[in-house]
């Protein structure tokens, strides 16, 4: 097993075994930069294009489709896709409208079913849990609140 010199020791090193140190220590930073990429973009896929901190607002008397239960809209919230849903009279549920498998964007809720464009994952409408692979992760689910007097409802996307 190769180990690496600790530093304060190079300097009494010939140059060959100071350039294999280096070679060793370049080639684990190697790994390391590789390794933090793939979660980055694991990460990226099971959550993506998601702000933090903020709220959006939709205005339901201008989101005709919104204005019956079972109606939907995919929207764009301050660069979060959503699909909302209106599941009843006084309840949305807003999901994230890409996938948790590989970030495709999914199509329209069908009968209770939100089904990706891509390898066919399919998600429930009510909660965005996953009914059928290959997505292991549900869809994000965003917090929502709606005022039945001011028609608004507000998504909270942190
Ligand atoms: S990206 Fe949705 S199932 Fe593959």
Known sequence: MNTITPHHDLDHLPD??????LTQAASM??????????????NACEQPNTPSGNTGTVNLASET?????????RTTINRAQLIV?????T?????SALCTHAGCGVNPPANGII???????????TDGSVLNGPATMPLRNYPTSFNS??????ITLS
């Open 16 to 21: 060959t075994e100071r350039r294999d140190f």
């Open 29 to 42: 930073l190697g790994i390391a930069v590789s390794a933090g990429t793939i979660i980055t973009l694991v």
């Open 65 to 73: 489709a919104l204005q019956s239960v079972g109606g939907s809209v």
């Open 85 to 89: 849903v209106r599941v009843s009279q």
């Open 91 to 95: 309840q949305f549920v807003a999901l």
């Open 115 to 125: 089904e990706c464009r891509c390898h066919g994952s399919r998600f429930s409408v």
């Open 149 to 154: 007097a001011t028609n608004i409802l507000t």
